[in-house]
């Protein structure tokens, strides 16, 4: 697999200001704009577009941590598993969950997602800790967005979609999913506490014979 740290000519202890530092004297050499052979031009927006890449990933704390894990897994493509890493991940997300560490459990869910975002299981635990951590909302959206269209009959999901875009003020999107929750999971305390808040008092009698009279 590809060592960005390799590729920068940096160590694996470099801080960030290092490692923008160099990216930034190998970018002056190594920038498109400097060479004008057609032939070579590609080669030299290739090797540019990698330094990117590289920087970008050694400078963002949790793609650093990947990037970490994912070297000392093994340097060999073959023996390369993300759906295997990723369940390393989620199951250290699950356990900091449990245990109340809602920024750990965060960045465990959010790697496990990172290296394979085809597990239903890891989209919905991310955004179920997402809408319980301030300024996460809109990560969480993304990960129930993902979480429904590999899982779309599972009532939880629905739950958290419906508290996730009442958060982020999407009302009608809340209520849709609110009545797919309601319908598959109906006697859910987590359901009935938010169709209490998506309706008001006067309203809420008679909610689950038949929720806002709409879809919606």
Known sequence: MTNYYEILGVSRDSSDEVIRNRFRALARDAHPDRVSDPAKKAEAEARFQLLTEAVNVLTNGQRRKAHDFDLDKGAGASTFDPAAIAKVYLAKGVKAYR??????????????????????KALHYLALVCSRIPGKERRGVEAVEGA???????????????RLYLQVGLRTKAERHLQEALQRIPEDGEVQRLASELKPPSENRGLLGGLFGRKG
């Open 148 to 162: 429904l269209r590999l899982d779309g009959e599972n009532g939880a999901v629905h739950r958290e979609a419906a």
């Open 99 to 120: 245990e109340g560490d809602l920024a750990t459990a965060f960045q465990q869910f959010d790697l496990s997602v990172h290296h394979w975002n085809k597990d239903a």
